[in-house]
Structure formats: structure tokens, C-alpha cells
């Protein structure tokens, strides 16, 4: 299964983001979520898909069904802008959600928030 997002309008302003979970072997739209924004690429952990808004909200929802588990608000702006990483072999990515072990981290503008 793949997950994929697309705005749903074609002015930028107004989308919202769709996410479309794809079952690869028969290429058919298993299902779809639609979020006001995202501030980077779905986390998939353990048949959950983790999701981050740029308002700072996070959402799991169950990935095989689309259904949402839980909601929880960060209080903090997500927003990753596109920079130059250091030349130290560390790179951070586009990732705002990780989930590892029984902690999910979520990197907001004010630094990491650790969720359990």
C-alpha cells in the first residue's frame, strides 16, 4: 500500500490535502482522508499512518481502513522550509513525525514534542 497526498482544489489557498491510500497490486483506491494542510510526508508505523498539520495537529489514523484513531494538538506551528543541511552527515529530512519504540516525536518550529 502506498499513501499519497493531493490538494483538492486547484487554487492553493482554498485545498485542503487528500490523502489516497493505493493498494499497489490492483492499483485501486483502498481510501482517502482529507486534512486542512500538511506540513510533511505521512509517517507509516505498525499499520497506523501518523500525519502533521502545519497548525500543529497530529492525526493517526488506522491503515488499512483510513479511520481515525486519535487527535492531538502539539500547540506549536509545523512548518519545515527547504534548507541547506550541515556537511556533518546528519539530515533531518522533510520528516515532522517519528514514531520509535512507544514514542511518537513530532519536530515543530519550537523544537521536538515527544507524544507516548
Do not use: F, Q
Request: negative net charge; charged residues 25%; hydrophobic residues 40%.
Amino acid at each position: 500500500m502506498a499513501v499519497c497526498g493531493s490538494p483538492s482544489s486547484p487554487s492553493p489557498e482554498d485545498a485542503d490535502i487528500v490523502l489516497h491510500a493505493i493498494d499497489i497490486a490492483s492499483n485501486t483506491t483502498r481510501w482517502t482522508h482529507t486534512l486542512p494542510s500538511i506540513a510533511a510526508a505521512p509517517e507509516i508505523h505498525d499499520r497506523v499512518v501518523y500525519t502533521a498539520t502545519g497548525s500543529g495537529e497530529i492525526t493517526a489514523l488506522d491503515a488499512a481502513t483510513g479511520a481515525p484513531l486519535w487527535t492531538a494538538e502539539t500547540g506549536e506551528r509545523i512548518s519545515h522550509d527547504l534548507v541547506d543541511e550541515p556537511d556533518d552527515g546528519y539530515d533531518e529530512g522533510d520528516r515532522a513525525v517519528l514514531k520509535a519504540d512507544d514514542t511518537l516525536y513530532i519536530r515543530t518550529n519550537a523544537g521536538i514534542i515527544a507524544l507516548r
